[in-house]
């Protein structure tokens, strides 16, 4: 299509985009058996990290790919183009891959480098963490774990319970984890644990990205050490600088790069279906085929134009949030946040529009156009991509602080 020659253009780029065309195939044949059984394949995985695609954002200290913000967003796109499931999973394990900065570097050099398998979790802190001499008690139920059927270690967001007594040398604090500040509660702590301590329950059943395997784990009165831990409240600024940083981007600057390269890449595989669909149906009672309709010309065209505006939208945003840049702090964020929403909003219309001009056609289960229209419509409900984004970045441009949630 003619919108993708521009964001794929330098080296780095093809070189990744070149080892998506070698799992391409193992991704096409496990796709029916992905979405039936609601878990990615093993074999699927297995491809992935033969690629090593899982560890693409990860500095080359750990033994990741270290790849720009550009590269892995088309990454994510041509994986979306073929299998939503599996380009959310991959994104998932890349912004949590972004955590190694934060930890201290023997913890994120056995968790990205001496472990092979996804380090993925729940990232909304619906556990609690009690701090204790060395550490701390986790326990707590998180959902919406995408991947951790194949995942070595989760990551438990959760709320610090005795924030008071966090800074306090006896109960356990890690230089990692900083101190409170008073004024942000309620204090937060990510707090890293081997996937096979937790309890996981077969809850995921959804009307889209069915084989992300997003199911939901409990934990039990764990102990994590101190040094398995980052500190909430460091991550929505840049990790410290130090020889092994892969990247000075804010953790929840990195995140909705993720989100919008798979929905991007949705639409686009919802446009390349398209065409094969106009040309050879007539509708009922018809004369003529949809493709020689002035109404689905100018539908299709119209969608191309949302997912091109789309593409250049979220490309401008990977470009400043690249090293050579110098925009950083809350304006970033907030042109960041705007993309995101905004690719969430153009990718859910395009493939809208393109599933009721097919008519009937797109409404066959396990049909291109049929799972586009699942799969986006999932994707979007994350908070990354959700419209009260547009609120946060308006009350910010007229000269508020912006706001984490609303």
């Known amino acids: 299509m003619f919108w993708s020659g521009s964001a794929h253009s330098h080296e780095e780029t093809k070189q990744w985009l070149a080892r998506v065309d070698a799992v391409t195939p193992v991704l096409t044949q496990e796709r029916e058996r992905t979405e039936r059984e609601r878990v990615t394949s093993p074999a699927v995985l297995d491809a992935l990290r033969e690629q090593g695609i899982h560890r693409m954002w990860v500095s080359p200290s750990f033994d990741g790919g270290g790849v720009s913000v550009r590269t892995g967003s088309a990454v994510l796109q041509a994986l979306a183009r073929v299998d939503a499931s599996v380009a959310w999973q991959m994104g998932v394990q890349g912004v949590i891959s972004r955590m190694s900065d934060y930890l201290p570097e023997q913890v994120s050099r056995l968790l990205f480098a001496e472990s092979d398998g996804l380090v993925v979790g729940g990232i909304n802190p619906t556990g609690q963490a009690e701090a204790v001499p060395g550490g701390y008690r986790l326990r707590g139920r998180w959902s919406f774990a995408s991947g951790s059927t194949h995942a070595d270690w989760l990551v438990c967001a959760s709320t ?155 490309e401008d945003a990977a470009n400043h949030a690249e090293l050579r840049c110098p925009l950083g702090g809350e304006d970033l964020s907030a042109l960041i946040r705007l993309a995101a929403a ?53 009350a910010y441009l007229l000269g508020d602080a912006l706001m984490m949630r609303r």
Do not use: K
């Open 160 to 314: 610090l319970t005795n924030a008071a007594d966090a800074s306090n040398p006896a109960g356990g604090t890690s230089p990692a984890c900083g101190t409170e500040d008073a004024a942000r509660p309620p204090a937060t702590r990510m707090l890293f644990v081997p996937a096979d301590a937790v309890r996981f329950d077969d809850d995921w059943r959804s009307m889209g990205l069915r084989g992300t395997g997003s199911v939901s784990f409990t934990a039990d009165d764990l102990f994590v050490p101190a040094e398995f831990c980052v500190d909430g409240s460091l991550l929505r600024r840049p990790p410290q600088d130090r020889p092994s940083r892969g990247y000075p981007i804010a953790y929840y600057d990195f995140g909705p790069f993720t989100t919008a390269s798979t929905v991007l890449g949705i639409a686009q595989d919802a446009l390349s279906a398209f065409p094969g669909i106009a040309v050879g149906a007539v509708p009922a009672r018809g004369t003529q085929t949809l493709a020689a309709s002035h109404t689905v010309q100018a539908g299709l065209a119209r969608a191309a134009g949302l997912v091109r505006a789309a593409e250049l939208m979220l």
């Open 342 to 394: 905004t690719v969430g909003e153009h990718t859910v219309r395009a493939v809208d529009s393109l599933h009721s001009l097919a008519g009937t056609r797109s409404l066959a289960e396990g049909s291109r156009l049929d799972r586009c229209f699942r799969d986006v419509h999932s994707a979007v409900a994350h908070i990354t991509l959700a419209p009260t984004n547009f609120e946060m970045v308006g």
